[in-house]
């Protein structure tokens, strides 16, 4: 009996993972988020990732429920929260491996509209997104042209009180459910960075809009990434986003922290998820005789996990806090988003090994996490670009 309870002291405990910047409202709040994400998508990923997009069903339920464009003013029909909010959704879908539904990118596509829209715009679309009758996306990259915007080949040439597009994009996020599409082109080809505008194209029925191929991707197989082309799209000139050309650049580069810290919070939860993942499946696995978490291999391989995972709460809660209070740079976004992305990708691969060779196994979560977490360090900015951003305020 005594030998048995050793054994039981040494296996390891779960983390508590305590948030700085929740209070009992939000935890009620998550409690939702929770109870949405498990009774209705959890239920449908495996055949969402079969297919490759979620379905606009989801969406417009989650609208129905709150819980998109959270922290979107109420005067333009959003919950009138803050960004702790929005952390709650992509943590709670992160921890659980749930890629398929990018409230991320809709959300960044609404603050574009909230921040730099005209007022026009602000009610024409922003009620539709939070009520998930539009899914926003933005199109920024092309086949040759990524994080340097200078190399942009779109166009939107004026004609009359008539923009018309001409170009493509591919790893468009939402690209094959989105109903509103920021367009990021060339106005004026001859200027550089200030000739690049933002325009709005909603896409059911426009004309020289086509949605191309669901891209077969390594990972986050439920989510709907598309090429999308642009033929002759005519857009009204109201239709610039913010009324002003050249203004693209400027606009793009103002929303860089949100954007980042939502891939920084997203990758901690995801490691938080992939280890309570881990924890239960050390303790249940059995080799030699005895549970997998007994090995001291196992548990100081746990035992850094959880101090790295520490360790980066406390930072990437700050940034929350930040943000929140409208403190936060973008040099100490880019960090957030670089350390977390990088750290998530080396945790889940030694989580992974914990598992053996089900780790292998698509069947198993942290199969799919380790495949999903990939892309975290190339999208939203490579991780060379954030150490790019990062030197230079040094």
């Known amino acids: 009996m005594q030998n048995q309870n050793l054994t039981i002291a040494r296996m390891p405990m779960p983390l508590t993972f305590t948030r700085s910047w929740t209070d009992e409202d939000l935890e009620r709040y998550r409690d939702s988020v929770a109870r949405f994400i498990e009774t209705e998508m959890l239920p449908d990923d495996e055949a969402a990732r079969r297919r490759g997009h979620v379905g606009h069903a989801i969406w417009r339920r989650a609208g129905a429920l709150g819980f998109l464009c959270a922290d ?53 679309h922003l009620p539709r997104m939070a009520r998930g009758e539009l899914v926003g996306s933005i199109a920024m990259t092309e086949p040759g042209a990524g994080s340097d915007l200078q190399g942009l080949r779109t166009r939107a040439a004026r004609h009359g009180d008539h923009y018309v597009i001409d170009g493509s994009k591919s790893f468009i996020t939402n690209g094959y459910l989105a109903g509103l599409v920021l367009v990021v082109c060339k106005s004026d080809a001859t200027q550089g960075a200030r000739g690049t505008s933002i325009l709005i194209v909603e896409t059911e029925g426009c004309e020289g809009f086509r949605v191309g191929r669901l891209l077969d991707k390594i990972g986050m197989k439920a989510q709907d990434t598309s090429e999308l082309f642009f033929d002759g799209v005519r857009v009204p000139v109201d239709n610039l986003l913010g009324g002003r050309e050249g203004q693209g650049f400027y ?10 810290l939502i891939i920084g919070v997203a990758a901690l939860a995801g490691m938080e998820g992939a280890y309570e ?19 001291q291999n196992t548990r100081f391989r746990l035992a850094e996990v959880a101090t790295q995972i520490s360790v980066g709460r406390a930072f990437i809660d700050r940034c929350v806090e930040q943000l929140v209070a409208g403190t936060l740079d973008t040099a100490t976004a880019s960090m957030a988003k670089l350390w977390a992305s990088e750290t998530q990708g080396r945790v889940l691969d030694e989580l992974l090994q914990l598992h053996g ?35 230079r305020a040094l």
């Open 72 to 124: 979107i003013p109420e005067a333009h029909g959003g919950g009138g929260g803050d960004f702790r909010h929005e952390a709650v959704f992509y943590e709670e879908t992160a921890r659980r491996g749930l890629t398929g539904m990018a409230t991320s990118v809709h959300s960044i596509v609404a603050h574009y509209l909230l921040n730099h829209g005209t007022d026009a715009q602000k009610a024409r």
């Open 251 to 260: 606009q793009l580069m103002g929303d860089l922290p949100y954007e980042r």
């Open 357 to 391: 060779g089900y780790g292998y196994m698509n069947e198993y979560l942290i199969a799919r996490m380790y495949a999903d977490a990939r892309v975290q360090r190339i999208y939203g900015g490579t991780s060379e670009i954030m150490k790019e951003v990062i030197s």
């Open 277 to 295: 993942a881990t924890l239960a499946y050390v303790r249940e696995r059995q080799a030699f005789g005895q549970p997998v978490a007994n090995f």
